[in-house]
């Protein structure tokens, strides 16, 4: 126990310090997370409308294989890319190996099926309960699964929340691909991962409890926004 | 109705932001692949910035396994491989995926043990440490990783006479793990453990550890920069690739490596001129 | 009389093992103000949707005649709202016909102020009563300016006031030459609406007449059955 008060202390005298350099590590964090999140929530979503809708001979196995790729590990994801992009493997001559570009590619891949599946599963319940209804005004298949996406779009968001949490958390991905250099492509948890192997425990626990505490803030201020919109509607006699 | 407009957006926000990213091309830096134990002994936030100031060259640090960044130098993802492990470096260079192996440094193993020391292993000589770990069936943790540690540790074993994989006793575990978490498993399990000195020094969760065996000369590492091949791999960044090389065996690198003390101690002893 | 807009022939209509329509053969002409009559899963709702072609036909043809790009509409018993306005709601139909926004925009206005929900038009279409939603679906339906309209038991989820309001509705369009066909479980509503009604049992046609015809007239034994109201549970 005293252990833990020890790492909750030195999370509040991190915070508190502004160092720079936790700075720098924790905008990385976002910037890489948040970018893959984007890109892979932006295809995942298209695959998961089209897949919705799409009917074609071994539909039913690649959503068996979309359904794996959920457990895929990242530690996985890391080596393939990395094998990629290697100066000796086929995209090495683009040299993005071991920079933030990096390790955006790979959370991409690692996060998207995720959303492609959760997305699928969304849209084809909504579709198969309104579906008639749009089809009904002209829409054709991918007009229909893209309306439906639009509508249940606060469920996609929670989605596109999972895919982001999945992405900030993982190590195994960023440390294969980006190589945890100091300045350059050290996330939390590659410094977490380095601070426990150096064996300060607490500085590591720490610095996980800011990494938590840096997402609960994003999680306040999404969930402030779309409260401010909401009262907006009912201040303007939108919402009953 | 909305939804035009957001998917619109998302893709331009993909495709920014995928642009954003790739615009790092044309600095003045090098990758040099090296290991762990190095970097956690805290030697490069020491002697990289004196090398950025002297040549206005950035080194990007990949700190992994040594049997890892040797195989990142011979992808040719890296400028400079800098590493311990003589024989595995000759060989790289022997395969021609590596210019030329100049000698550095050297900083010491010790063996870390429980503090009252059950197998009685106390003293200079590693070859009867590791005879008498082994005759006593000790708790011990190797690394297991084909690291510059692990290494030695396997020739220290040979120099005792002992086969560890035909009389592995249960005691001996393998982590297949860095310097930190093979302390950290030591500490929490009372077992001895060969370490380098650098990462012992830094090392803050000793629980019962101390150094038990250090001195003999066996124990000493050398340290070894090469340049990756640019015959092999065009696009290596030789030219500043071969200043970091040179500048570790300059008076000025040497006398920088000397300079790093950790608790007061030195870690590193640089040996370019006389080997 | 003109060509019929649409025309079943010898429809048949299966889903999985299940017939759901058997051998119909119907033809809709211009101005014609249609009901369908007949138990639950006598097929009603499936010959609705043969018609507007949202199911496929296992046997038999569905022929459009006269226009060839005819425009038909569908209200369902259950009115789908996104969640937006009631105005973005309506413009649905149009938004997927790619009208120009401020075309689109002025006839969906137009399209709930024909329906008297014009005050409504900035609210989310999912806050308004169900009647209120009935109608927009209406005016969703009637923006499109259809050439057709089918309505599947559009009242029966609706209490008496909203019943009537949106009957109103109904009756307002098809004065104004909308050709019709609603199915319906309410005979006075066929009564007041319809001056054709079809009698359907498991699927198959077994009356197509003129409205009074259908309520005077001789008919099938299964027909008068079902208009005494004693349609025995076989």
């Not at chain 1, 198969?128 to 469920?155: T, V």
């Not at chain 3, 999985?16 to 103000?33: N, P």
């Not at chain 3, 009935?134 to 009242?155: S, Y």
């Amino acid at each position: 126990m005293n252990e833990f008060a020890e790492s909750a202390s030195r999370a509040a005298q991190l915070v508190a310090s502004g160092d720079p350099e936790l700075l720098r590590i924790v905008g990385l964090s976002f910037a890489v997370s948040a970018t893959a999140t984007i890109i892979s929530t932006t295809f995942g979503l298209f695959a998961g409308a089209a897949l919705a809708v799409w009917r074609f001979t071994g539909r039913a196995g690649v959503i068996v294989l979309l359904n794996t790729l959920l457990a895929l590990p990242s530690v996985v994801v890391g080596l393939v890319i990395y094998m990629l992009l290697s100066r000796a493997g086929p995209l090495g001559s683009f040299g993005i190996l071991f920079t933030p570009s990096a390790m955006v590619i790979a959370q991409s891949f690692l996060v998207a099926p995720i959303v492609a599946a959760l997305t699928r599963q969304a849209i084809e319940d909504a579709l198969r309960d309104h579906g008639e209804q749009l089809r009904s005004l002209g829409a054709g298949p991918f007009e229909c699964a893209l309306i439906i996406a639009w509508d249940e779009r606060i469920a996609l968001l929670t989605v596109a929340l999972v895919a982001f949490g999945r992405a900030i958390s993982e190590v195994g991905a960023v440390m294969m691909v980006g190589g945890n250099i100091a300045g350059v492509t050290r996330v939390m948890t590659t410094a977490i991962a380095l601070e426990t192997s150096k064996g300060d425990l607490p500085r590591a626990l720490g610095l996980g409890m800011v990494l938590l505490f840096v997402v609960l803030l994003l999680n306040v201020l999404i969930g402030a926004l779309r409260g401010w919109r909401l009262s907006g509607d009912q201040r303007r006699g939108v919402v009953a | 109705m909305g939804l035009i407009r957001t998917g619109r957006g998302m893709l331009m926000l993909s495709l920014l932001a995928l642009t954003a990213f790739a615009a790092h091309a044309q600095e003045r830096s090098i990758v040099v692949a090296s290991t762990t134990s190095t970097e956690q002994s805290g030697l490069f936030s020491h002697l990289l910035p004196a090398f950025t100031k002297a040549s206005g060259i950035t080194v990007k640090v990949v700190a992994v396994g040594t049997g890892q960044a040797l195989d990142i130098g011979r992808r040719g993802d890296a400028d400079v491989v800098f590493v311990h492990d003589q024989v595995a470096e000759e060989k790289f260079v022997a395969e021609g995926f590596g210019l030329q192996r100049l000698p550095v440094m050297f900083n010491d193993f010790v063996i870390v043990g429980p503090s009252d020391d059950p197998a009685g292993v106390k003293g200079r000589d590693v070859a009867e440490a590791m005879r008498k770990l082994a005759a006593s069936k000790s708790s011990f943790i190797s690394r297991g990783d084909k690291s510059g540690t692990h290494a030695a540790e396997l020739g220290y074993w040979k120099a005792a006479g002992i086969d560890t994989l035909a009389a592995k006793w249960a005691g001996y575990k393998e982590c297949g793990c860095g310097m930190g978490p093979a302390l950290n498993m030591g500490s929490s399990t009372d077992a001895y453990v060969l370490t380098d000195r650098g990462t012992w020094l830094s090392f803050k969760n000793r629980g019962r550890l101390a150094v038990l065996v250090e001195g003999d000369t066996r124990l000493f590492n050398q340290y070894g920069v090469i340049v990756v091949n640019p015959a092999r791999h065009p696009h290596v960044k030789a030219e500043w690739a071969k200043a970091f090389a040179d500048w570790l065996v300059s008076p000025l690198g040497q006398g920088t490596i000397a300079a790093y003390k950790v608790g007061g101690e030195q870690l590193f002893f640089p040996n370019a001129s006389t080997r | 009389m003109s060509f019929p807009l649409i025309e079943l022939q010898s429809a048949s209509v299966h889903f999985g093992t299940v017939a759901a329509l058997k051998d119909v053969s119907f033809a809709l002409s211009r101005g014609d103000r249609v009901a369908l009559v007949g138990a639950n899963g006598s097929g009603k709702s499936t010959l609705l949707r043969a018609m507007h072609g949202l199911v496929p036909l296992t046997a038999g043809r569905r022929v459009l005649g006269e226009t060839p790009s005819l425009r038909v509409a569908m209200v369902f018993q259950h009115p789908f709202m996104l969640r937006t306005s009631t105005l973005s709601n309506v413009e649905l139909g149009l938004v997927l016909q790619r009208m120009p926004k401020a075309q689109r925009r002025e006839r969906a206005m137009r399209a709930l102020e024909r329906v008297g929900l014009a005050a409504e038009a900035g609210r989310i279409g999912r806050v308004l009563s169900a009647g209120q939603q009935q109608r927009a679906a209406l005016a969703r339906a009637w923006a499109v300016q259809p050439d057709v309209l089918l309505l599947d038991e559009p009242t029966a989820s609706l209490d008496p006031t909203a019943k009537r309001e949106v009957e109103n509705l109904i009756a307002e369009f098809s004065a104004q030459g909308i050709t019709m066909i609603m199915s319906s479980h309410n005979l006075g509503q066929v009564k007041r609406l319809a001056d054709r009604v079809l009698y359907l049992e498991h699927g198959r046609v077994l009356a197509d007449v003129s409205t009074e015809h259908f309520f005077s007239g001789t008919l099938p034994d299964e027909a008068t059955l079902f208009l005494k109201g004693e349609l025995p549970w076989a």
